[in-house]
C-alpha cells in the first residue's frame, strides 16, 4: 500500500511501543500453529474472554492499522504524515470486534464436563435396571429394605441434580490459556470413580449373573454418596476456597496510572487474573487514549539540544564525555515548560468549566419543554389539542437545542468518540421514560464512567493476554508481578500477602472512667 | 525564665515592698494571683514557657498597694518574705500572701523587660 513506503523506516520503530511490537511478532510467529502451542512453555500465553482474538485473524490489514493506532497511543509520536481521527478509529475498532466468527474452543470444556455429568448420573440407574432387564427371573426377591433403598436414592439423585444445575450449569465467563487445575482434577476423578465402579459391575455382576439384588441395590446407593461428596469437593476446590482473602492484589493500568486494590485468597495466576478483569470492567475508569498527550508545544521545547566542541586535539575516546557535558548542560539551563504546563492546565480547566456551564444549561431549558402526559389530562382540554408523543419523538424533540453544547462538550474533555449521537438520543429517551431529571440525564456525561458503560453487548468478547514469568497455573504468592495486556495497555499486578493480625485483647471496666476539671484559679489577694 | 529540673534557677529579679491595706477586717494586697504546681499552665497568657508552672500576677487593682509599690501585670513572683514561689500549689502561694500578722511582704519578681534591661546594660559595657 501506498502508505507503507512512507513510514516503513523511522515511525514504524519509533512510534510504537515495545510491548505491541512484541506481541506483533509473537503474534506472527503463532500465525500457522495451532493453539496448544501456546502450552507448550512459552511463557506469553492468551486469555480469550470468549470470543475470537482481534488481530489473528486481521493479520494481513494490521500493519498500517497499527501505524494508526502509534499515531493516537504513544506519547512521543515520531513523524508520521498519515493522520486518522479518532472516531474513525474506534469504528474502525468496532468494527473488526463484531466480524470475528464464534469460536467454538469455549464450548469444549462444558460440553465434555456436561457428558461427564450426565454419564455419572445414569450410571446408577443403569446399574439398577440392567439386572431387572436382563436376569429378571433369576433375582431374589426383595421386599421392604430395597424400597427403603429406592426412595433415598431417588432423593439422593434429585439433590445432585438439583446442585449441579446451580453450581455448574452456568455459561463459562472466560477461556484460560492453560488447563483450569482443579476443574481438570475433578473431571479425570469422577471419570476414574465411575470407570473403576462400572469394572467392577462388569466384572462381578453381569458377568456371574448376580443374584443378590439387595446388595446391588446398595451398591448403587454407594455410588450416589461417593458421586456427592465428589460434588462436595467440587464446591470447595472451585468456589469456597477462594473465599477467604489472603492476596492484596495491586492493579496499576500503564497508561495513564489508574490504579486499585483488591484483596481475594488463593487461585491460580491464571483464575486470579480472570477475577481482576471481572472487576476492571466495573471499577475502572473508561481508557481514553486521547486524553494521555501532554501538548506538544510543551515537549517540543525538550528537543533543541547543544552542539558540543571538542576545543582540545586529543582523539581520545570522549563520546561518554559528551554526551555527560549534554545532559549536565540540559539539567542546569533553566526549563520552563513546567510553567506552561500548569498555564495549559488551567486554561483547560476553564475551558471545560464555561462548555460545561453552557450545556447544563442547555439540558435544563431543554427538558423543561416537555412534560408528562397524565391519562386524566387527555381529555381535559378539547380546545388546545396537544400533539402526543412516544418517548422517542419526544427525545427527538427536545435533543435539537442541546445537541449543539453538548458537541461541544464532549469534544473539550475528549469524550466525542464514546458517544455518537444514536447512543446520545438512545439515552435521552431513556431518561425521559424513567423520569428522570436534567442532572441525572447528564451523569454519564460529566465524568468518565466505568469501562463497563461503553461496551456493546456483543457475544464476541474481549481479548487479553495475560503476560507473566511464572507459569500460569501456579499459585499465587508473595512478590508475584503478572500483567494483563491489551492491544494499547496494560494493567500490571503486584501480589502482596495480606498481614497476619496479632490481635489482643485489653479489658475496661465501664466504672474507671473519671474525669476532673483543669485548674486555673485565679485569687486575688 | 525555662526551668530545667535538676539545674538552679537563675533569674534577675527586682524587690518590691508591699504594704498591706486594712479594709475592714481584712489585709489586702490590691493584685491577683495564677498558677501553681496544681494548675494548667497551658492557660496562663503570661507565661514565656508553657510549662512553668510559678505563680503570676494576673491582675492589679488601680491604685493599689501593690500598684503603688511598683508590681506590674504578668510578673512572676520568685518568692514572698524569702518562701520560695516557684514550687508551690496555689493555696500555698495564697497562704504566704496573706498571713494576718504580717503588715509587709517583701516580693522578689522576675519579668522579661528586666532581663532586656541587664543585658543592654552589660552589652554597652566594654565601650569606654
Known amino acids: 500500500m501506498d502508505n507503507e513506503s512512507q513510514y516503513s523506516g523511522y515511525s514504524y520503530k519509533s512510534s510504537h511501543s515495545r510491548s505491541s511490537r512484541k506481541h506483533r511478532d509473537r503474534r506472527d510467529r503463532h500465525r500457522s500453529k495451532s493453539r496448544d502451542s501456546s502450552s507448550r512453555g512459552d511463557k506469553s500465553v492468551t486469555i480469550q474472554t470468549p470470543g475470537e482474538p482481534l488481530l489473528d485473524a486481521e493479520s494481513t490489514r494490521g500493519d498500517d492499522r497499527d501505524d494508526n493506532w502509534g499515531e493516537t497511543t504513544t506519547v512521543i509520536t515520531g513523524t508520521s504524515e498519515h493522520s486518522i481521527s479518532n472516531e474513525d478509529l474506534t469504528r474502525v475498532t468496532k468494527d473488526l470486534e463484531e466480524s470475528t466468527p464464534l469460536e467454538c474452543k469455549r464450548f469444549v470444556g462444558p460440553a465434555l464436563g456436561g457428558c461427564l455429568s450426565f454419564f455419572a448420573i445414569v450410571t446408577p440407574l443403569a446399574f439398577l435396571i440392567l439386572p431387572q432387564v436382563l436376569w429378571r427371573d433369576a433375582l431374589e426377591p426383595c421386599g421392604t429394605p430395597c424400597e427403603g433403598l429406592y426412595v433415598s436414592l431417588a432423593f439422593k439423585l434429585l439433590v445432585l441434580l438439583i446442585s449441579s444445575w446451580a453450581l455448574f450449569l452456568r455459561s463459562p465467563r472466560a477461556t484460560l490459556p492453560r488447563f483450569f487445575v482443579f476443574r481438570c482434577l475433578l473431571m479425570v476423578l469422577v471419570f476414574l470413580f465411575v470407570a473403576s465402579y462400572w469394572l467392577f459391575y462388569g466384572v462381578r455382576v453381569l458377568e456371574p449373573r448376580e443374584r443378590d439384588y439387595r446388595g446391588i441395590v446398595e451398591y448403587a446407593a454407594s455410588l450416589v454418596d461417593a458421586l456427592l461428596f465428589i460434588q462436595y469437593l467440587a464446591l470447595v476446590l472451585l468456589e469456597v476456597r477462594h473465599m477467604q482473602p489472603a492476596f492484596c492484589l495491586k492493579v496499576v493500568r500503564s497508561t495513564d496510572g489508574a490504579s486499585k486494590f483488591y484483596n481475594m485468597g488463593h487461585l491460580s495466576i491464571q483464575r486470579a487474573a480472570v477475577w481482576v478483569l471481572d472487576r476492571y470492567y466495573s471499577d475502572f475508569t473508561v481508557y481514553n487514549p486521547a486524553l494521555l498527550n501532554l501538548p506538544k508545544s510543551i515537549l517540543s521545547k525538550k528537543m533543541t539540544g547543544f552542539k558540543v566542541y571538542s576545543l582540545d586535539e586529543s582523539t581520545t575516546n570522549n563520546s561518554t564525555g559528551q554526551s555527560r557535558a549534554m545532559i549536565a548542560a540540559a539539567a542546569r539551563r533553566r526549563d520552563n515548560s513546567h510553567n506552561e504546563y500548569y498555564y495549559e492546565e488551567a486554561e483547560m480547566d476553564r475551558r471545560i468549566r464555561k462548555r460545561k456551564a453552557r450545556l447544563v444549561v442547555a439540558v435544563e431549558e431543554a427538558f423543561t419543554h416537555i412534560k408528562r402526559l397524565h391519562e386524566d389530562e387527555a381529555a381535559s382540554s378539547p380546545k388546545h389539542p396537544r400533539e402526543v408523543m412516544d418517548p422517542r419523538e419526544a427525545a427527538q424533540a427536545i435533543f435539537a437545542p442541546m445537541a449543539r453544547a453538548m458537541q461541544k462538550y464532549l469534544r473539550t474533555t475528549r469524550q466525542q468518540a464514546f458517544h455518537s449521537m444514536e447512543s446520545i438520543l438512545t439515552h435521552l429517551q431513556f431518561c425521559i421514560t424513567h423520569n428522570m431529571t436534567p442532572k441525572a440525564f447528564l451523569e454519564r456525561y460529566l465524568g468518565p464512567g466505568p469501562t463497563m458503560q461503553y461496551q456493546q453487548q456483543s457475544g464476541r468478547g474481549r481479548q487479553w493476554t495475560l503476560v507473566s514469568e511464572e507459569p500460569v497455573t501456579s499459585a499465587l504468592r508473595q512478590g508475584l508481578v503478572f500483567s494483563l495486556r491489551r492491544l494499547d495497555f496494560s494493567l500490571v499486578v503486584t501480589v502482596t500477602p495480606l498481614p497476619f493480625l496479632r490481635l489482643g485483647e485489653e479489658f475496661i471496666d465501664p466504672k474507671s472512667h473519671k474525669f476532673v476539671m483543669r485548674l486555673q484559679s485565679e485569687t486575688s489577694v | ?128
Not at chain 2, 525555662?2 to 539545674?7: D, K
Not at chain 2, 502561694?93 to 519578681?109: P, S
Open chain 2, 1 to 128: 525564665m525555662s526551668f530545667v529540673p535538676g539545674q538552679p534557677v537563675t533569674a534577675v529579679v527586682q524587690r518590691i515592698e508591699i504594704q498591706k491595706l486594712r479594709q475592714g477586717n481584712n489585709l489586702i494586697l490590691g493584685f491577683s494571683i495564677g498558677g501553681g504546681i496544681d494548675q494548667d499552665p497551658g492557660q496562663n497568657p503570661f507565661s514565656e514557657d508553657k510549662t512553668d508552672k510559678g505563680i503570676y500576677v494576673t491582675r492589679i487593682t488601680p491604685g493599689g498597694p501593690a500598684d503603688v509599690a511598683g508590681l506590674m501585670m504578668g510578673d512572676k513572683i520568685m518568692q514572698v518574705n524569702g518562701w520560695d514561689m516557684t514550687m508551690v500549689t496555689h493555696d500555698k502561694a495564697r497562704k504566704r500572701l496573706t498571713k494576718k500578722n504580717e503588715d509587709v511582704v517583701r516580693l522578689l519578681v522576675t519579668r522579661k523587660s528586666l532581663e532586656e534591661a541587664v543585658k543592654q546594660s552589660m552589652g554597652g559595657f566594654p565601650r569606654p
